[in-house]
C-alpha cells in the first residue's frame, strides 16, 4: 500500500491478531504486524474519514525533520549518541518510502496533525528500537515522545512538514515540467512564426496574427509563472521548527533549530531558515495560502490554453480547424472516426480542480485561531495534490498534445481572406466611417476585403497591395498606401 491511501484493514482495533499497546488513555490493540502504537491506532479508529492518508511527500518531509532533529539534538548532547544513530537510521527508511503502509492516518484529523506527528514518532521508535536490539545497546529504549519527538511538537513539526514537502514537491516535480512545457510552447511559436492567421477578439475575427505570436503568448505566461514559483520557495523558506507548543520554544534548547534546519539543508540542498516570528509561523498560514494562489493564477493560466487549443482544433469540417492535434485514441464509442481533443480536457479538469484546492486552503488558512492553524492536514493535502497533478498536466500535455501540433496553413489563409477585420488597415487610408463600410459589405456578402475595394473602386495595383499585406498587420506601425 502506497502512502496517501488508508487500508480498510487497518481500521479495525480489534483483531485476532494482535498486540496490546498502551498510552495515556489506557490500553489500545493494535495490528500485531504494525509498526506503529497506541496514539496512531487511536487515530485510525477515530478518523474513519473518506479514504485519503497523508501523501508521500509529507511523509518524506516528516522523516527528514527527525533525523535532523536527532542529530541536532545529539551534538546538544541531550541524546545519546547511539540512539541518535539508531533514530537517524530508522528516518533514512521513512525518507526512502520504505514504512508508508504504516503512515495510514487520514487527512481528516486532529487540525495539529498531531496524529501525523505521533504516527512518524511511533514509526521510528518501533524500527529504532529494532536496531538497536541487533547491536550491543539493546537495553537502551527509544520513546517515540521523549527521544524521536525531542526538542519538537507537533505545533512546529506539521508547519515545517508542510514547508518542507511543497518546495521539495516544487523544485523536483512542477519546475521541471513547466520548464518543459515552456520550452516546447517557445519552439512551437519559432516553427509557427510563418503562419498568418485571423486574430479573434471576444470570439469574433479581428485583426491578423501570427500563429506564432498566438503561441508565444502562451509560452511567456508559463514563463511568468515560473517567476512566481520563486516567490513561493521564498514563502517556504521559513521553518516553523522551534517554536514547539505555542511559539515560545518551551523544552526546545537554544541552537536546536538553528542546527535541526541546518541538516535539512544539507540533506535537500535547500536553504530553509528559522522563522522570523514564531508565532506568526504557527498561528498563521498566509505563506501556504499565498503559495496556493500562484499555484491557482498557474491553473488558470492552463486552463486558458488548453482552451484555446481545444477551440483552433475543433472541427474538422464545421469549427476553426487552423491547427491539427495529434490522435491519441478514439474519441466516440458510436461515432467512428471522431477524434477529441482529449489531452485538453484533461488539462482543464487538472485546473478546475487545482482551483478547488485553492478554496479548500483559503478557508482552512483562516482559521489559525491565537497560537494555532487548526487544519493543516487538509492544507498539506490539498497544496500537495495541486502540486503533483500541474507537474503531471504539463507534462503530459506536452508529450501528448503540444509535441505533435500542426498547423493548417491553407486553413487560415483560407479564413484569413474572408475575415472583415483586415478592413482596419484601411483606416490610416481611407478612414473610419468608410473602412467600417468596406468590412460590413465584405461580411454581408461574404467576399475579401480586397475585393470589395475592387469593387467600390477605392485602391487599385500597389496602393492595395501595399495596405493589405497581412503579414505586416502582424507588426506595430501604421499600414500605408
Same mark, same amino acid.
Given at each position: 500500500?502506497?502512502?496517501?491511501?488508508?487500508?480498510?484493514?487497518?481500521?479495525?482495533?480489534?483483531?485476532?491478531?494482535?498486540?496490546?499497546?498502551?498510552?495515556?488513555?489506557? &490500553?489500545?490493540?493494535?495490528?500485531?504486524?504494525?509498526?506503529?502504537?497506541?496514539?496512531?491506532?487511536?487515530?485510525?479508529?477515530?478518523?474513519?474519514?473518506?479514504?485519503?492518508?497523508?501523501?508521500?511527500?509529507?511523509?518524506?518531509?516528516?522523516?527528514?525533520?527527525?533525523?535532523?532533529?536527532?542529530?541536532?539534538?545529539?551534538?546538544?548532547?541531550?541524546?545519546?549518541?547511539?540512539?541518535?544513530?539508531?533514530?537517524?537510521?530508522?528516518?533514512?527508511?521513512?525518507?526512502?518510502?520504505?514504512?508508508?503502509?504504516?503512515?495510514?492516518?487520514?487527512?481528516?484529523?486532529?487540525?495539529?496533525?498531531?496524529?501525523?506527528?505521533?504516527?512518524?514518532?511511533?514509526?521510528?521508535?518501533?524500527?529504532?528500537?529494532?536496531?538497536?536490539?541487533?547491536?550491543?545497546?539493546?537495553?537502551?529504549?527509544?520513546?517515540?515522545?521523549?527521544?524521536?519527538?525531542?526538542?519538537?511538537?507537533?505545533?512546529?513539526?506539521?508547519?515545517?512538514?508542510?514547508?518542507?514537502?511543497?518546495?521539495?514537491?516544487?523544485?523536483?516535480?512542477?519546475?521541471?515540467?513547466?520548464? /518543459?512545457?515552456?520550452?516546447?510552447?517557445?519552439?512551437?511559436?519559432?516553427?509557427? *512564426?510563418?503562419?498568418?492567421?485571423?486574430?479573434?477578439?471576444?470570439?469574433?475575427?479581428?485583426?491578423?496574427?501570427?500563429?506564432?505570436?498566438?503561441?508565444?503568448?502562451?509560452?511567456?505566461?508559463?514563463?511568468?509563472?515560473?517567476?512566481?514559483?520563486?516567490?513561493?520557495?521564498? %514563502?517556504?523558506? %521559513?521553518?516553523?521548527?522551534?517554536?514547539?507548543?505555542?511559539?515560545?520554544?518551551?523544552?526546545?534548547?537554544?541552537?536546536?533549530?538553528?542546527?535541526?534546519?541546518?541538516?535539512?539543508?544539507?540533506?535537500?540542498?535547500?536553504?530553509?531558515?528559522?522563522?522570523?516570528?514564531?508565532?506568526?509561523?504557527? /498561528?498563521?498560514?498566509?505563506? #501556504?495560502?499565498?503559495?496556493?494562489? #500562484?499555484?491557482?493564477?498557474? /491553473?488558470?493560466?492552463? +486552463?486558458?490554453?488548453?482552451?484555446?487549443?481545444?477551440?483552433?482544433?475543433?472541427?474538422?469540417?464545421?469549427?476553426?480547424? %487552423? #491547427?491539427? +492535434?495529434?490522435?491519441?485514441?478514439?474519441?466516440?464509442? #458510436?461515432?467512428?472516426?471522431?477524434?477529441?481533443?482529449?489531452?485538453?480536457?484533461?488539462?482543464?479538469?487538472?485546473?478546475?480542480?487545482?482551483?478547488?484546492?485553492?478554496?479548500?486552503?483559503?478557508? /482552512?488558512?483562516?482559521?489559525?485561531?491565537?497560537?494555532?492553524?487548526?487544519?493543516?492536514?487538509?492544507?498539506?493535502?490539498?497544496?500537495?495534490?495541486?502540486?503533483?497533478?500541474?507537474?503531471?498536466?504539463?507534462?503530459?500535455?506536452?508529450?501528448?498534445?503540444?509535441?505533435?501540433?500542426?498547423?493548417?496553413?491553407?486553413?487560415?489563409?483560407?479564413?484569413?481572406? +474572408?475575415?472583415?477585420?483586415?478592413?482596419?488597415?484601411?483606416?490610416?487610408?481611407?478612414?473610419? *466611417?468608410?473602412?467600417?463600410?468596406?468590412?460590413?459589405?465584405?461580411?454581408? &456578402?461574404?467576399?475579401?476585403?480586397?475585393?470589395?475595394?475592387?469593387?467600390?473602386?477605392?485602391?487599385?495595383?500597389?496602393?492595395?497591395?501595399?495596405?493589405?499585406?497581412?503579414?505586416?498587420?502582424?507588426?506595430?506601425?501604421?499600414?500605408?498606401?
Amino acid at each position: 500500500m502506497q502512502a496517501g491511501t488508508l487500508c480498510d484493514g487497518c481500521r479495525l482495533s480489534m483483531m485476532s491478531d494482535y498486540r496490546i499497546e498502551k498510552d495515556s488513555l489506557g &490500553e489500545v490493540h493494535v495490528p500485531s504486524d504494525a509498526l506503529y502504537g497506541a496514539q496512531t491506532q487511536r487515530a485510525i479508529d477515530n478518523f474513519a474519514i473518506g479514504d485519503v492518508a497523508m501523501p508521500r511527500r509529507f511523509i518524506q518531509a516528516l522523516g527528514m525533520i527527525k533525523k535532523s532533529a536527532a542529530q541536532a539534538n545529539h551534538a546538544l548532547s541531550i541524546l545519546s549518541e547511539e540512539k541518535a544513530k539508531a533514530i537517524d537510521e530508522a528516518a533514512d527508511q521513512v525518507v526512502a518510502g520504505d514504512l508508508d503502509e504504516h503512515f495510514p492516518v487520514s487527512i481528516y484529523q486532529t487540525g495539529s496533525g498531531t496524529s501525523s506527528n505521533m504516527n512518524a514518532n511511533e514509526v521510528i521508535a518501533y524500527v529504532a528500537n529494532r536496531i538497536l536490539e541487533k547491536g550491543s545497546s539493546g537495553d537502551q529504549r527509544i520513546h517515540p515522545n521523549d527521544d524521536v519527538n525531542m526538542s519538537q511538537s507537533s505545533n512546529d513539526v506539521i508547519p515545517t512538514a508542510m514547508h518542507l514537502s511543497a518546495a521539495l514537491a516544487i523544485r523536483e516535480e512542477l519546475v521541471p515540467a513547466m520548464e /518543459a512545457l515552456r520550452d516546447e510552447l517557445e519552439r512551437k511559436a519559432n516553427e509557427f *512564426d510563418d503562419v498568418v492567421k485571423s486574430g479573434r477578439t471576444h470570439l469574433m475575427d479581428a485583426t491578423p496574427v501570427r500563429m506564432g505570436q498566438e503561441f508565444s503568448g502562451y509560452a511567456s505566461q508559463i514563463s511568468h509563472a515560473l517567476d512566481r514559483l520563486k516567490w513561493a520557495q521564498s %514563502e517556504l523558506s %521559513e521553518l516553523a521548527l522551534g517554536g514547539t507548543a505555542t511559539g515560545t520554544g518551551i523544552n526546545c534548547p537554544v541552537g536546536f533549530a538553528e542546527k535541526a534546519i541546518a541538516s535539512i539543508n544539507e540533506l535537500t540542498g535547500l536553504s530553509f531558515t528559522e522563522a522570523e516570528n514564531h508565532f506568526e509561523a504557527q /498561528a498563521a498560514k498566509d505563506g #501556504i495560502v499565498m503559495v496556493s494562489g #500562484i499555484l491557482n493564477t498557474l /491553473a488558470v493560466s492552463l +486552463l486558458k490554453i488548453a482552451n484555446d487549443i481545444r477551440h483552433l482544433s475543433s472541427g474538422p469540417t464545421s469549427g476553426l480547424a %487552423e #491547427i491539427r +492535434l495529434p490522435a491519441v485514441q478514439p474519441g466516440s464509442s #458510436i461515432m467512428p472516426g471522431k477524434v477529441n481533443p482529449v489531452m485538453s480536457e484533461a488539462l482543464m479538469m487538472v485546473s478546475a480542480r487545482v482551483m478547488g484546492h485553492h478554496t479548500t486552503i483559503t478557508v /482552512a488558512g483562516q482559521h489559525g485561531n491565537f497560537q494555532l492553524n487548526v487544519m493543516m492536514p487538509v492544507m498539506a493535502h490539498a497544496l500537495l495534490e495541486s502540486i503533483g497533478l500541474l507537474a503531471d498536466g504539463c507534462e503530459t500535455f506536452r508529450k501528448k498534445c503540444l509535441e505533435g501540433i500542426e498547423a493548417d496553413r491553407e486553413r487560415c489563409r483560407e479564413l484569413l481572406e +474572408l475575415n472583415p477585420a483586415i478592413a482596419t488597415a484601411l483606416n490610416s487610408v481611407l478612414g473610419y *466611417d468608410q473602412a467600417s463600410e468596406v468590412a460590413k459589405k465584405a461580411a454581408k &456578402e461574404k467576399k475579401s476585403i480586397r475585393t470589395v475595394i475592387e469593387e467600390m473602386g477605392l485602391l487599385d495595383g500597389h496602393d492595395l497591395d501595399a495596405v493589405l499585406n497581412v503579414e505586416n498587420m502582424t507588426r506595430p506601425g501604421i499600414p500605408d498606401a
